[in-house]
């Protein structure tokens, strides 16, 4: 992973006073690919300046944790490893024993869930993490199996964030081409195909963005998953999809299916987006959460239309505040 030399100068600067050695040992860790212990990094060190000391090396280790160049990981051995963090994604680990290579993934599940535990318990929670112990593919097979390369792992995180931008654009486009066909209400039908007409828009912008990527890497596509989402592979409007077909579905019913899809889709590419460090995985989830929220204002507006065209709301008073207006919506289940 290259790290843009103004922005080290920056996190220098905000580290401290400049100093040669110090400058020399950063620009070692950052060539470097992987977990590194104290050690391997003053072995790679010392064969560039064998005046550089171990306690300097450890030291700006140190320095380097606190300005958020290197992450400190502990896989059980009774010694640290040190990691970019630099526009490097917060991740797990499963660690091979047998040869002590490590592989990074993150889970939007697991860290689900670990967010409902500690909410369920009142804890606040800063930190969490997952290690998977046990044998890798190449040590339990003899086979060479392609490895996660730590210095890709930005792209992996671009490459996956945009891999389920894609599958959830693709089965949104399946959701709304559907709803246009069952549609009666004209205007509902209409809204339907206008949204049908953007997803098939976002997805060509998708799919260009994930060529130009893999333009960038040739190797990137082979290489095994990063980010392992359950809902990835069909898309979050999936079930939404399938729930058009049943029996009965009406312009009503369909509008709140896809109010809930849209809200759901927005809410987890938001959330999952805000909490990682600036790249371009995060990039892809945020303007995706942001297309998703004027999809839902647009359905929330045409699911009020709709009931006003059908005079449901006569009998009741009209809502003078928004939070009245909510109220009425969370009522409705929508
Ligand atoms: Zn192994
Ligand atoms: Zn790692």
Redesign the pocket.
Known sequence: MSVPATEIDRLRRAGGKRSGKRDLIVDVFLRQQGHLSADDLVDIIRREDQRISRATVYRTLQWMVEAGIARKVDFGEGRFRFEHSYRHPRHFHLI??????SSEFLSSDIEGLIEEIAAARSFSARQSVVQIYG??E???TGRQAPAIDGARTELLFARDALRIAIATERSGLEFYTRAAAIARDPRGRTVFQRLAGEEREHLGTLEERYAQLLARDPELEAQPTFLFFKGAANGLFAEGAARLLAEGVDDQQALLIGIRCERGSHRFFKRYGERFEDSEGKQVFLEFAEEEKQHLDLLVGEYKALLERQGRDRRRPRPTTIVQGSARRRERGI
Do not use: D, G, I
């Open positions: 091979c024993k047998t040869c002590n290579q044998e890798c190449n040590c339990r």
